[in-house]
């Protein structure tokens, strides 16, 4: 019935936008000073939201036919959902490339909500989301050049090569060289982001929306309010500019210890636009190439180990938090000033790109997640309890909230041992969190519909720095949880300095911080224990 219904209700609502709208668009083309953008939009509209309304009914039917008899926790069951799952990925990654622009963005989303969507879903959108996303032709390039610096390309550069080296979702990359020589990458947004984003945002909210009122426990409203306020933002090229540069001036000013080891490319501003981005150009190795990292010089182990410490530091010190480090926004080259380690091999220096979605996390809201994040390293129950509510979890899904923030179930979460948030990637711990999202679907839902969106950009941020991870190292490492526990620890307790007033408290936090580095010198004694142990039955 509910199947029937979202059929009919897609139907009727293309029907009733092209009918009703059909007058209104004629006349809004009419009297547009831009008609052919006017008319883009009127015309491909409706044809988009045919396709999400005929998609994702045929999703909803597959599952219910499907599965349809099949009695629950069966064998049978989990093998059609498997297969349900995977031909239902593929539509919606159908869907998102031929609608492209918000869809490509909404497909790489899905492709980092580990824990929260099926697997299949993960997989098929992280193998093509990221690597595959549409070209503007050299026209659509020269056009926006044309509207944003009033010239063509080759007349402002030197050097321009039609031939993007990258594409994204929002934008493509070109390689260039400025009149005084200097190589440039040239970030241009996609035409039709500008045309046609409100409309495709109020398309996805309407099918994300529907669905919800179908079928309750699909509520991903929270993924949608997300990109309404943080694509405006992306779709500014200037942000992104600013954010970079605020970035670095943190590191410097907060972190200088890292300040030489963490870069964002220069901002050329003369050759800056809301739409065109003009930096520096980098030649850096993708960090998820390891093959390239280690003909360079560097060892993946110290870039995984960067990568902690940076991220740390944005979150716990910051409070200023780059939200999209997914491999293609990550690259690494050796520290151009030669440093190498104790062992000879290169000390790697991290770089930035792509600087559009930042979150800032107020005072309350770090310290919170940094005691939280300090509690889980060190298994301390009633600090995650007391941590996880605080930020909005609730008195009966904290339990769940430690077991997505660390992809481990709660009797692990707990576990004394030092390796307990290891996740080593095999067969077995990835069926083992498979089942376990299975199982707690609904509750999932309910909890990422209860916390606050900072902590769901969070939680998007865990995922993407876990996936590089574990392309670097193979699986998750203890070495990185110890930097997490001494980074938000320190934190914490600057942030008490900060707060002490008198000689009293003063005392009680230098013994805090006594009892601190015993405790990390304990975890650094087990990590050294460990990597022996690897080392001998290797």
């Known amino acids: 019935m509910a199947t029937r219904s979202l059929w009919r209700t897609g139907a009727k609502l293309v029907v009733g936008a092209t009918t009703l709208g059909g007058g209104v668009a004629a006349a809004k083309i009419a009297t547009s000073d831009d008609p052919k953008t006017t008319f883009k939009i009127y015309t491909t509209v409706p044809v ?26 069966s064998d049978e069951r989990k093998r059609v959902k498997h297969e349900v799952h995977t031909r239902s990925a593929r539509r919606l990654q159908e869907l998102c490339f031929r609608n492209g622009g918000i869809y490509i963005k909404l497909g790489q989303h899905i492709s980092q909500l580990e824990y929260v969507v099926p697997e299949e879903y993960v997989q098929t959108m992280r193998a093509s989301m990221l690597n595959k996303c549409p070209v503007s032709s050299y026209d659509q390039v020269c056009e926006v050049f044309k509207k944003e610096l009033g010239a063509m390309p080759e007349e402002i550069f030197d050097e ?33 982001m500008t045309d046609t984003a409100a409309a495709d945002y109020a398309t996805v909210e309407l099918i994300v929306n529907t669905l919800n009122w179908f079928f309750p426990s699909f509520d991903y409203r929270w993924l949608v309010d997300e990109m309404r306020d943080s694509l405006p933002k992306e779709l500014n090229f200037l942000f992104e500019a600013k954010n970079s540069e605020k970035c670095l001036d943190n590191f410097r000013r907060l972190s200088p210890h890292l300040s030489d080891y963490v870069y964002a490319p220069r901002v050329y501003w003369n050759l800056t636009t809301s739409k065109l981005l003009t930096m520096e150009f980098i030649d850096g190795a993708q960090i998820n190439d390891v093959k390239e990292i280690q003909r360079r010089g560097i060892r993946p182990s110290d870039v995984a180990k960067l990568v902690s410490q940076a991220f740390a530091e944005m979150i716990y010190r910051h409070g200023f938090v ?64 007391e941590n996880s509510v605080k930020l909005g979890a609730g008195e009966d899904l904290y339990a769940l909230f430690a077991g997505i923030l660390t992809m481990r179930p709660w009797n692990k979460v707990i576990d004394p041992a030092a390796d307990h948030l290891v996740v080593q990637g095999t067969d077995s711990d990835r069926s083992e969190l498979q089942m376990y999202a299975s199982e707690y679907f609904p509750q999932i839902s309910d909890l990422l519909g209860r916390l606050p969106r900072v902590i769901l950009l969070m939680l998007k941020t865990n995922d993407c720095l876990r996936a590089v991870n574990r392309s670097l190292l193979q699986g998750s490492s203890l070495e990185t949880f110890l930097i997490i526990g001494r980074v938000s620890s320190e934190a914490l307790l600057e942030t008490k300095r900060l707060q002490s007033k008198s000689f009293l408290s003063g005392l009680s936090i230098w013994l805090e911080e006594i009892l601190l580095e015993a405790r990390l010198f304990s975890l650094q004694i087990a990590v050294w224990l460990l990597q022996v142990r690897k080392a001998l039955s290797g």
């Not at 994702?56 to 926790?73: H, M, Q, R, T, W």
Request: charged share 20%.
């Open 48 to 73: 988009r939201l045919l396709r999400d309304s005929v998609t994702a009914a045929s999703i909803v039917f597959d599952y219910e036919y499907s599965l349809l008899g099949l009695p629950e926790g």
């Open 322 to 385: 780059h939200c999209d480090p997914h491999a293609a926004n990550l690259l690494v080259r050796p520290m151009p000033s030669g440093k190498r380690s104790i062992l000879g091999k290169r000390k790697p220096q991290l770089v930035l790109l792509d600087h559009g979605l930042y979150k800032e996390l107020d005072v309350s809201t770090r310290t919170n997640y940094a005691a939280l994040w300090k509690a889980l390293v060190f298994a301390d129950a009633r600090a995650i309890k």
């Open 160 to 192: 321009f090569n039609p031939v993007p080296i990258a594409s994204a979702s929002l934008a493509q990359v070109h390689n260039a060289r400025t009149r005084d020589g200097q190589r440039v990458a040239v970030k241009v947004q996609h035409t039709h």
